[in-house]
């Protein structure tokens, strides 16, 4: 069956600092992965998608990078943290149906 | 731009009582309609709604879609405390962006 990982569950970081937010899927091949986040009583509003190895797509323009080194691995992530970027990051995958979540990131940025 | 909005954003209730919670929805090229449970951390899926008019049901949930009036209902009957939740609506267009639109979802709190 497939699972997904996603690491560390609880991050703080001061503002400035760099941020590395990793997400892996195991059972299943080239999935489409997703990155989504999640402001306090807001819905989810996605960050970055890849559809493969090295293809990232991105949705809004903002501080955060995404990559995809591996096929079923990616990284989120940042040069230097706004206070703006403090939030509940999901990683999520699917096949052709629904999509599959990660238990999440909480970031808080002072 | 495609846009998903739930209502209400907040609700409170008893158990036993009946919910419905709604989720319309403009999107270009609509494919499927999605419902997830929000508990604590993971989103977990409830249903996914292709075709208008056709009911799926999960035990006490049901859901159904009008793809003429572009929305979606959530139905829960004899609500537990366990139905304590954030419930989020998300729409897929067949883009071929392989991307989801979330509404910001329903709060419900049901009160033993």
């Known amino acids: 069956s497939q699972t997904i990982h996603q690491w560390p569950a609880t991050l703080v970081q001061p503002v400035g600092s760099p941020l590395s937010l990793e997400c892996t899927v195991e059972?299943?091949?080239?999935?489409?992965l997703y990155w989504y986040r999640q402001a306090a009583g807001r819905g989810l509003q996605l960050l970055f998608y890849?559809?493969?190895?090295?293809?990232i797509s991105s949705e809004v323009p903002q501080n955060l990078s995404a990559s995809r080194p591996q096929d079923r691995q990616f990284i989120l992530s940042s040069k230097k943290l706004l206070l703006s970027d403090s939030g509940f990051y999901l990683c999520?995958?699917?096949?052709?149906?629904?999509?599959?979540f990660g238990e999440g990131s909480r970031l808080t940025v002072l | 731009e495609d846009k998903v909005v739930q209502s209400p954003l907040s609700l409170v209730v008893h158990e036993g009582d009946t919910v419905t919670l709604n989720c319309s929805y403009e999107v270009t090229n609509f494919r499927s309609l999605l419902w997830y449970k929000q508990e604590k951390k993971a989103p977990t899926f409830l249903f996914m709604l292709?075709?208008?008019?056709i009911e799926k049901k999960s035990g006490r949930l049901s859901s159904i879609l009008d793809k003429k009036e572009l929305f979606s209902i959530l139905n829960i009957t004899a609500t537990q405390t366990g139905d304590s939740a954030v419930y989020l609506c998300a729409v897929e267009p067949s883009s071929g962006n392989n991307d989801m639109r979330f509404g910001a979802g329903t709060r419900l709190t049901v009160k033993p």
């Open positions: 059972g299943t091949s080239n999935p489409n």
């Open positions: 890849s559809v493969g190895i090295g293809q």
């Open positions: 999520a995958w699917r096949d052709t149906g629904e999509l599959f």
């Open positions: 292709t075709s208008s008019g």
